[in-house]
C-alpha cells in the first residue's frame, strides 16, 4: 500500500474526486454520474472513541467501498486509528476484497487537506506550522511539502501541551 498511494498521485485522484462528487447534486443523477455518500454514521464507545462506516457508491468507477474505521485517541503503544476497507463488487453485490486502512486514512486525509490548501491559499505558501505530531502531524508534513516549496516548517511535539482555551 505505502509503495501505490504516493502522494502525487492521491493529489490527483482527489482533486478528480471532489469535483466527480460536487457534480454530483449528493446523490442525485447529473452529469458527474450517481454517486451515493452519505455523511460519516458514528457508533460512540463511551469514554474510549467512536466506530465509524463510510460507505460510497460511485457510477463512473463502478465502485461500491466502505471503510470502517475506529479512532480510540486514549489508545497507548497501539495507533490510536485503525481501519479496513471493504470493496464489493458493484454489479452484484459480492464482497471482492478487504484492504489494510491505516495508510489510506492516513495518506488520503493528509493528501486532502494539501489540495484544498492549493485551493484556498492566498499566494504561495512559504511557512507550515504543525500542531501535534501523531500519525496526521506526520503525514501532514510529507503531502504539504509534495505540495509546496516551503522555506520553512515546524511542529509542536506531542509533549508540548496547546490549550484549547
Ligand atoms: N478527517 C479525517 O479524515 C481524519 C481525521 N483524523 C483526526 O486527526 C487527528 C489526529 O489523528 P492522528 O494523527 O491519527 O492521531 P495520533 O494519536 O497519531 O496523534 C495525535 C497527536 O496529537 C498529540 N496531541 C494531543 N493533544 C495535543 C495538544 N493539546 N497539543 C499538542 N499535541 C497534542 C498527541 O500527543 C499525538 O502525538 C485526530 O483528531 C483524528 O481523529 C485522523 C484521521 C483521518
Ligand atoms: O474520515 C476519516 O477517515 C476519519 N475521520 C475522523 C477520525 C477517524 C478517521
Known amino acids: 500500500m505505502q509503495d501505490i498511494l ?3 498521485l492521491l493529489f490527483d485522484a482527489l482533486e478528480r474526486g471532489f469535483a466527480l462528487f460536487s457534480q454530483s447534486s449528493c446523490g442525485q443523477e447529473a452529469s458527474a454520474g450517481f454517486i451515493d455518500q452519505p455523511v460519516r454514521t458514528c457508533v ?9 462506516c463510510m460507505p460510497v ?7 461500491l467501498v ?3 474505521v475506529t479512532a480510540f ?24 476484497a478487504l484492504l489494510d486502512g491505516d495508510i489510506i486514512t492516513t495518506r488520503r486525509t493528509a493528501a486532502a487537506s494539501a489540495v484544498a490548501t492549493k ?5 504561495e505558501p512559504k511557512v507550515l506550522a504543525i500542531l501535534g505530531c501523531g ?6 508534513y510529507d503531502a504539504l511539502t509534495a505540495m509546496f516549496q ?11 501541551r496547546v490549550d484549547d482555551g
Open 73 to 96: 485517541p486514549k489508545n497507548k503503544d497501539i495507533p490510536s486509528h485503525n481501519a479496513i476497507v471493504a470493496v464489493f463488487d458493484a454489479s452484484c453485490g459480492v464482497p471482492r
Open 119 to 123: 485551493h484556498l491559499v492566498n499566494g
Open 6 to 8: 504516493k502522494y502525487n
Open 44 to 52: 460512540t464507545i463511551p469514554s474510549k472513541g467512536f466506530f465509524g
Open 150 to 160: 516551503l522555506e520553512k516548517s515546524g511542529s509542536a511535539r506531542s509533549n508540548v
Open 135 to 140: 500519525v496526521q502531524g506526520t503525514s501532514h
Open 66 to 68: 466502505s471503510k470502517l
Open 57 to 63: 457508491y460511485i457510477e463512473a468507477e463502478d465502485l
